[in-house]
């Protein structure tokens, strides 16, 4: 273990040099080896630069492991799986995907019914599961499945409910119906569930439950097609799904979740290589739109609370603005995951575990939580245990570019430079963007091969003439070849920019060997943490 010798931070991880908080060098701490297997990290973490008393708290992995308590274990509790597409036109896909995801979110407004997120409910599509493993491994007791005949102007909708542990048909129905009754139906199926599940309704919910989002058919098509490019997380797909979001309100100009998906479309975006000057005020003008069109809408404070995180680096009124949407919408494991991130970032990492169990709690397969359980493992100096996190999320999804990513930097962490190589390079081509790139560069200027650190930032120079690369990214290869006043003047030009990176500044290893030079503090200024 070793030790920060002026906020007496604690960290397990022997390869790190420098405090988090306040860059003074790391001795060995008091406590044994042994003992860190026994005793979880006790950390003292500071909320910002410059104040004088510490906090406190317990960084404990097994906040995402310990065990449900008997209430939530005997909860009602559904899984909605993918509807079957029975049409000959493949391209309805998206609408029997659809029509499961809006029942699975209508159902989450219900007050103690446990909803399998769409993560994890989707992951068996395709797949001939037995239903008693699905409902084990989601860690639900009934499954919702059916099948959809779409063709022309009417649709068929057979849909049953599934008692897992014997297989039982708890309730069944088939729907035909012109598509314009589309909303109808699921009205229909959502009450039926609710009853055969034996849950009362209080007004509020049911009014929740049934409540419209749109009135037009058409303009609900539109936004399917939008989710399902959503779904697929490639920056050509959040294109595609602005698109028919952008359709869908046309149609309907009063589509509080169409504002709100082309917002998160925006967000998402900024991650790539879209420039966060463009993807600002688009973003930021969808979700104050679907705000006001609807205050109450979850979706829409989540997609603020990112705008207010990413975009406008105002770390206390995003998290105003996540538990908004939790209070909302408390069932929805995406908003659990986000402000469990939050924390993470805001190096709140005990209660960052904790959110982000309760989103595994609800989507147990989701990569994108199950990795953002490892990087924070990571960057609360549980290296370790993060190692055995990213391989796990890797079994579940090989190849997942952003866990193979964490995977290379938390071996570097460790000083494990040539499993860090192997491990970024074995990074798909079509998934080396420019994040992992940076990641590349810093692991390569790390194990002393600085001429190939070198080529990727000459790669970065000339790609952005033609293509916005993150100023950021060529920060993190500079921290690795410990190259300060580059490092510096680039994390600077980000900071100008308004790099959705930037919030990373405070927990992110690869700028570890800054944090010893009074400048980095005047970075943290900039990036509003102080």
């Known amino acids: 273990m070793k030790r920060c010798p002026q906020c007496r931070r604690d960290y397990n991880d022997d390869s790190l040099s420098f405090c988090l908080d306040d860059g003074s060098e790391l001795l060995f701490g008091p406590a ?23 906090r406190t708290q317990i960084l404990d ?43 699975l979110n209508a159902l989450t407004k219900i007050n103690g019914l446990k909803v399998a997120a769409r993560t994890s409910a989707f992951a068996f599509k395709g797949k001939n599961t037995d239903i008693s493993e699905i409902a084990e491994k989601l860690g639900v007791k009934t499954i919702l499945e059916g099948s959809v005949r779409k063709s022309a102007d009417r649709v068929r909708i057979t849909t049953q409910l599934i008692n897992a542990a014997d297989g039982y048909h708890l309730w069944s129905e088939r729907y035909d119906r012109e598509l314009k009754d589309i909303f109808d139906v699921q009205d229909e199926i959502a009450v039926a569930v609710v009853d055969a599940l034996k849950i009362k309704l209080l007004g509020e919910e049911k009014a929740a ?78 979700a104050s739109r679907a705000l006001r069109l609807d205050p109450d809408l979850a979706e ?7 705008i207010k995180l990413y975009f406008d680096w105002d770390y206390p009124a995003a998290e105003a603005a996540f538990k908004k949407a939790i209070a909302l919408n408390p069932g929805s494991a995406i908003v659990h995951m986000w402000y ?8 709140r990492f005990d209660e960052s575990l904790r959110e982000l169990r309760r989103a595994h709690e609800l989507d147990p397969l989701s990569p994108p939580n199950n990795n953002a359980i490892g990087v924070v493992l990571l960057w609360s100096g549980q290296t370790d245990v993060a190692i055995e996190q990213f391989k796990d999320v890797l079994e579940l999804v090989p190849g997942y570019p952003v866990s193979n990513t964490f995977l290379a930097e938390a071996y570097a962490a460790k000083g494990d430079m040539a499993s860090a190589i192997a491990t970024i390079e074995s990074t798909p081509p079509e998934a080396m963007d420019p994040q992992a790139l940076g990641t590349m560069g810093y692991v390569y200027a790390r194990s002393g091969n600085r001429d190939k650190a070198q080529k990727i930032l000459d790669e970065f120079a000339e790609r952005s003439s033609g293509e916005y690369i993150p100023a950021l990214n060529f920060a993190q290869i500079y921290s690795g070849l410990d190259a300060r006043d580059q490092a510096f003047e680039c994390i600077v ?8 990176w930037i919030p990373f500044l405070k927990v992110d290893l690869k700028f570890d060997h800054l944090r010893s030079d009074p400048r980095f503090k005047e970075m943290l200024q900039l990036a509003g943490f102080c």
């Open 300 to 306: 829409a404070h989540n997609s603020d609370a990112l």
């Open 209 to 286: 439950l049934l409540k419209r989002h749109t009135q037009s058919p058409e303009a609900h098509e539109f936004y399917l097609r939008g989710l399902s490019h959503f779904a697929k997380w490639t920056p050509a797909d959040f294109h595609k799904a602005i698109e028919n979001f952008g359709k869908a309100i046309a149609i309907d100009p009063e589509y509080a979740f169409a504002y709100a998906g082309v917002a998160d479309s925006y967000t998402e975006l900024s991650f790539f290589s879209f420039s966060p000057i463009d993807a600002t005020a688009l973003a930021k003008d969808a």
């Open 61 to 103: 992995s097994s906040a995402v492991k310990e065990p449900l308590s008997s209430d939530v274990q005997n909860a009602p509790s559904i899984a909605v799986l993918p509807f079957v597409n029975m049409s000959a036109d493949g391209e309805n896909e998206y609408f029997c995907d659809g029509l499961a995801e809006e029942m």
């Open 340 to 347: 469990g991130w939050y924390l993470g970032l805001m190096a």
């Open 32 to 54: 044994s080896p042994n003992s860190l297997a026994d005793e979880p990290a006790t950390a003292i973490l500071h909320d910002g630069v410059g104040l004088s008393e510490p």
């Open 493 to 500: 030009k980000a900071c100008e920019e308004g790099a959705i």
